[in-house]
T-cell receptor
Framework: NAGVTQTPKFRVLKTGQSMTLLCAQD?????MYWYRQDPGMGLRLIHY???????AKGEVPDGYNVSRLKKQNFLLGLESAAPSQTSVYFC????????????????FGPGTRLTVL | GNSVTQMEGPVTLSEEAFLTINCTYT??????LFWYVQYPGEGLQLLLK?????DKGSNKGFEATYRKETTSFHLEKGSVQVSDSAVYFC????????????FGTGTRLQVTL
């Protein structure tokens, strides 16, 4: 199993350009998440999804959109990139607690480093 | 709301030294607590977890005990190695929140020979 994979690994954009980050997981997990990691701020949740066709806002959703058309994929879009969106983006997946487990481990991808000039 | 506070780093230790990274939390109810580790250039991976008060999570020589009375989940290791150099994140998850994690800011550990 590949686990959680992210595409691309690196990207440089100019202000105002758009792009889509792709996350894929092969663990049949219902839940998927997008985080951004910035120095001194830990990881902050951008958007998440509890199942195919559903999405919800996290802590810092402004400037981003997401889609979950297939259970295994979760896309993060930047319609008009800004320098403030320079960050490392992580995708993660998990499963509901009603599967008989008490904890909610998340499995992370390797990250995408995005620079917006 | 939920929040996690970690000691600021970087923490620099010599190999075989004792490690403590402090973590305290604020949450309603009974959250699950986690330590995640991020090695250079990689994503986060779960190091250990605890799901109820007084539980001790352990893995790879690291330990942390869920202390509800002090709302703490401090990470400890008796003898660190150079290979433990990484960033460590304390996190919590409350049931009924779609398994969302609230992270601390992370603590960078540098272990030298």
């Amino acid at each position: 199993n590949a686990g959680v994979t992210q595409t691309p690994k690196f990207r440089v954009l100019k202000t105002g350009q758009s792009m889509t980050l792709l996350c894929a997981q092969d663990m049949n997990h219902e839940y998927m998440y997008w985080y951004r990691q910035d120095p001194g701020m830990g990881l902050r949740l951008i958007h998440y999804s509890v199942g195919e066709g559903t999405t919800a806002k996290g802590e810092v959703p402004d400037g981003y959109n997401v889609s979950r058309l297939k259970k295994q994929n979760f896309l993060l879009g930047l319609e008009s990139a800004a320098p403030s969106q320079t960050s490392v983006y992580f995708c993660a997946s998990s499963y509901p607690t009603d599967r008989g487990v008490a904890y909610n481990e998340q499995f992370f991808g390797p990250g995408t480093r995005l620079t917006v000039l | 709301g939920n929040s996690v506070t970690q000691m600021e780093g970087p923490v620099t230790l010599s190999e075989e030294a004792f490690l403590t990274i402090n973590c305290t939390y604020t949450a309603t109810g009974y959250p699950s607590l986690f330590w995640y580790v991020q090695y250079p250039g990689e994503g986060l991976q779960l190091l250990l977890k605890a799901t109820k008060a007084d539980d001790k999570g352990s893995n790879k020589g690291f330990e942390a005990t869920y202390r509800k009375e002090t709302t703490s989940f401090h990470l400890e290791k008796g003898s660190v190695q150079v290979s433990d150099s990484a960033v460590y994140f304390c996190a919590l998850s409350n049931t009924g929140t779609a398994s969302k994690l609230t992270f601390g800011t992370g603590t960078r550990l540098q272990v030298t020979l």
